[in-house]
């Protein structure tokens, strides 16, 4: 999965009449690059190969219930497996008209240097594949999950989630490296502990074979690795005082960019991650009162008076600091369930909780 928007509309030549199921107009082009990106290590899904031959006209299904009738409606990016390991992958279409610094930073992330910086959170580039035919290249990345699917049990497994992209934030700042779309959209977790035997890349709780549920750990049994994805509105500056024009990404309530004027990006930054919080979080989940002092800081109308991510680390240090392992251990109820399905999550939360504390899993999941 990646953060890039769906576009649906009919795109490199497209026909009116295709058959349902079969090729859309943004998926053409990946099947006339196949080729390349197989001899380049990388192999596309079956339906894209040049040869493909949808199944269900064999076998009488219908298109979408079977994995070749599945469509990768992403404007610029796919899925793929690495040909040497079998390691499923992201390809990633490099747009300079879009994203004129995403490369530059990527690469700068993704160097020696900063790659095994355990603080460096940002999506490592893998590698970059070259396409002679068409001249663009692809950027080769891990193929990640969604940060908030599946839902969180714990709120021990929060606090190791905001731990880590406040981490991770706080490191691109420190290197004057503002994100600029640092949202919800924009931030997802490495699933190869949680889901050893994978998923289906498009209907991400299915198997990958797309014939049952994806069996998978808990977080608190696997804990996972999260990251900050998609530089393309990212920018580097001379230092954290800078302004620029406002940049509108997957959150568009930032109070600074209505007023249309300049504004310093990692202020906004800040606020993104607060919002994150206060609409994925605060606003959906029961027991995040704790969080509410530090998520009006953040998002505070003012970008000016909004905490810099070194504050915003060191206030949630001493927030944590002050949970119990009863709380940490806790479970994350829905303020959407039914009080009898509440009740349910809650006996099952307590098996599980027995068997972590058992086997010794913290009740703050660490990588």
């Known amino acids: 999965m990646t953060s890039i928007s769906l576009r649906t509309h009919l795109t490199y030549g497209e026909q009116a009449n295709r058959e349902i199921g079969t090729l859309f107009g943004s998926e053409l082009w990946w099947r006339d690059n196949y080729s390349v990106i197989w001899h380049s290590g990388y192999e596309l899904r079956p339906r894209y190969h040049p040869n493909w031959e949808p199944s269900w006209r064999r076998s009488g299904k219908d298109f979408f219930s079977v994995e070749d009738g599945q ?57 970059i594949i070259e396409l002679p035919n068409s001249g663009q290249r692809l950027m080769v990345m891990p193929f990640l999950r969604p940060f908030n699917k599946p839902r969180f049990q714990t709120f021990g497994e929060f606090v190791a989630f905001f731990t880590q992209i406040c981490e991770g934030l706080q490191f691109m700042h420190e290197r004057n490296i503002a994100h600029r779309d640092c949202t919800a959209n924009n931030i997802m977790f490495d699933p190869s502990g949680m889901y050893p035997q994978g998923f289906h890349p498009l209907h991400i709780n299915r198997s990958q074979d797309f014939k049952g549920r994806a069996k998978h750990y808990t977080r608190t049994q696997q804990p996972p690795r ?142």
């Open 71 to 127: 469509p990768c409606l992403l404007r610029a990016a796919i899925d793929a497996t690495r040909r040497a390991d079998g390691k499923r992958v992201m390809l990633k279409k490099i747009l300079p008209e879009e994203g004129p610094y995403e490369l530059d930073i990527s690469r700068m992330f993704s160097s020696p240097e900063l790659a095994q910086n355990p603080r460096n959170h940002c999506v490592p580039l893998l590698d």
């Open 226 to 367: 999260y990251h900050l994805i998609d530089f393309g509105l990212s920018r580097q500056y001379t230092s954290r005082r800078a302004f620029d024009r406002p940049l509108r990404g997957g959150d568009k309530s930032a109070p600074e960019h209505k007023d249309g004027g300049w504004c310093n990006p990692f202020q906004t930054d800040i606020y993104y991650l607060g919002n994150l919080v206060r609409q994925e979080f605060l606003r959906k989940y029961n027991g995040f009162e704790f969080m509410n002092d530090l998520v009006s800081e953040m998002t505070h109308r003012d970008p000016a008076k909004r905490p810099i991510i070194e504050v915003v680390v060191d206030k949630f240090a001493h927030i944590c600091e002050s949970l119990s392992g009863f709380k940490l251990r806790s479970n994350i109820t829905s303020k959407r369930d039914p009080t009898l399905f509440s009740v349910f999550r809650h006996a099952r939360q307590a098996t599980r909780t027995l068997q972590y504390i058992v086997l010794c899993k913290a009740a703050i999941p660490e990588t």
